[in-house]
T-cell receptor, first 120, second 110 residues
Framework: DAGITQSPRHKVTETGTPVTLRCHQT?????MYWYRQDPGHGLRLIHY???????DKGEVSDGYSVSRSKTEDFLLTLESATSSQTSVYFC???????????????????FGPGTRLTVL | RKEVEQDPGPFNVPEGATVAFNCTYS??????FFWYRQDCRKEPKLLMS???SGNEDGRFTAQLNRASQYISLLIRDSKLSDSATYLC???????????FGKGTRLHILP
């Protein structure tokens, strides 16, 4: 158990409304990730963070922003939700070694329970 | 060619049988490999890492073939509880990427 929680677990919202999903971890992991999972696409990386206030884009970042003001919380915001953002969102942490050298990266990832978001 | 490819299945296998999945990867810079299991409406969970020499964990055996760029997962004496989707995961540190396959669905039949 990597001590990861996500909130809310389920949400239904309307097109055009802002939505914020929260990922909380209790074990002081440096690296955190947001993924979405859709049928036929598998898991796709939205954004990730490698420290407080250090974030970067993943492969499907358009329409999403993130913030990390504390080690334990990584927030994902949909500024104006669209129906194409209906998905299951997973937060993850990894055990990547801070040195970031290729030969030493392990990158075993552990996932939170997920948030099911429906945009009507 | 996709970076990580898996047969989506479903594989329908009688209880007690042996089943094997393959996963191919295209990037020769891939360095570490994993199998994850995902139950319906749940998060993916690490099943096992895959080592060059092959490794076993109970009824599960993972193999890596770097020359042919594929990894495999063998499940012996399958149980009903093995029914899940199995995700192949490849880590490419040079590109700072982790690639998830789309998964292979397994149904164990009583």
């Amino acid at each position: 158990d990597a001590g990861i929680t996500q909130s809310p677990r389920h949400k239904v919202t309307e097109t055009g409304t802002p939505v914020t999903l929260r990922c909380h971890q209790t074990e002081n992991h440096r690296y955190m990730y947001w993924y979405r999972q859709d049928p036929g696409h598998g898991l796709r990386l939205i954004h990730y963070s490698y420290g407080v206030k250090d974030t970067d884009k993943g492969e499907v970042s358009d329409g999403y922003s993130v913030s990390r003001s504390k080690t334990e919380d990584f927030l994902l915001t949909l500024e104006s939700a669209t129906s194409s953002q209906t998905s299951v969102y997973f937060c993850a942490i990894s055990l990547k070694l801070p040195s970031m050298t290729a030969s030493r990266s392990t990158d075993t990832q552990y996932f939170g329970p997920g948030t099911r978001l429906t945009v009507l | 060619r996709k970076e990580v490819e898996q047969d989506p299945g479903p594989f329908n296998v009688p209880e007690g049988a042996t089943v094997a999945f393959n996963c191919t990867y295209s990037n020769s810079a891939s360095q570490s490999f994993f199998w994850y299991r995902q139950d319906c409406r749940k998060e993916p969970k690490l099943l096992m890492s895959v080592y060059s020499s092959g490794n076993e964990d109970g009824r599960f055996t993972a193999q890596l073939n770097r020359a042919s760029q594929y990894i495999s997962l063998l499940i012996r004496d399958s149980k009903l509880s093995d029914s899940a989707t199995y995700l192949c995961v490849v880590n490419i540190p040079r590109d700072d990427k982790i690639i998830f396959g789309k998964g292979t669905r397994l149904h164990i039949l009583p």
